[in-house]
């Protein structure tokens, strides 16, 4: 079946600094690829959609300056969050549909803390 | 605008008893709908969707759902809920075009007791 790995699962960083999360489809050509964010206790809250070549589609109230996403090719899809803060920490998880797939396929997620 | 409900932030099951989870959605097309389930800090797994069909449906882990248009709900079940079972649950409504969301419920976290 459809596999997508996201790394790092963990990251620590620095306030101020930046971090990268990648997720790759692996046996698939992710057309599409979606950023989640998740607070403890809570659903998934979509942060953007990236087609492979475009530039990202955020939703509202989502800094697409602070959360750079890119979408290079059909297996590779990046979050960066720029100039993290505290309040940045939280779980991102990333999914991934194949053109002409009906599903969705999730990463294992990233949990990242700004301390 | 699509949405997803799941009334009930907790269920409490005992090992072996039957499970039923609830989820109504509102879609303005001909919904696609998927089960997920999360265990703490790990990602989604999917337990089953429904695109067409049958509208029973079957998954892992012994679930199946059904979607029932005239109530707009597609609940999950299981006839023996196991303590390996409890995780947090996901409805989800998605559509057919590639670039489409899925939309989530606010998930249902299964406690399974002794």
């Known amino acids: 079946g459809a596999v997508v790995s996201q790394h790092p699962s963990r990251v620590i960083c620095k306030s101020g600094t930046s971090v990268k999360i990648e997720c790759r489809s692996l046996?698939?050509?992710?057309?599409?690829m979606f950023w989640y964010r998740q607070f403890p206790k809570q659903s998934l809250m979509l942060m953007a959609t990236?087609?492979?070549?475009?530039?990202?589609?955020?939703e509202q109230g989502v800094e697409k300056d602070k959360f750079l996403i890119n979408h290079a090719s059909l297996t590779l899809s990046t979050l960066t969050v720029t100039s993290a803060h505290p309040e940045d920490s939280s779980f991102y998880i990333c999914?991934?549909?194949?053109?002409?797939?009906?599903?969705?396929?999730f990463g294992s997620g990233t949990r990242l803390t700004v301390v | 605008a699509q949405s997803v409900t799941q009334p009930d932030i907790h269920i409490t099951v005992s090992e072996g008893a039957s499970l039923e989870l609830r989820c109504n959605y509102s879609?303005?097309?001909?919904?696609?709908l998927f089960w997920y389930v999360q265990s703490p800090g790990q990602g989604l797994q999917l337990l089953l969707k429904?695109?067409?069909?049958?509208?029973l449906v079957q998954g892992i882990k012994g679930f199946e759902a059904e979607f029932k248009r005239s109530q707009s709900s597609f609940n999950l079940r299981k006839p023996s809920v196991h303590w390996s079972d409890a995780a947090e649950y996901f409805c989800?409504?998605?559509?057919?075009?590639?670039?489409?969301?899925?939309?989530f419920g606010k998930g249902t976290m299964l406690l399974v007791s002794p």
């Open positions: 989800a409504v998605g559509a057919a075009s590639p670039g489409s969301t899925l939309t």
């Open positions: 879609y303005g097309a001909t919904p696609y």
């Open positions: 999914s991934a549909r194949g053109q002409w797939s009906l599903g969705y396929t």
């Open positions: 046996d698939f050509q992710a057309t599409t």
């Open positions: 990236s087609n492979e070549g475009s530039k990202a589609t955020y």
């Open positions: 429904y695109f067409s069909g049958d509208t």
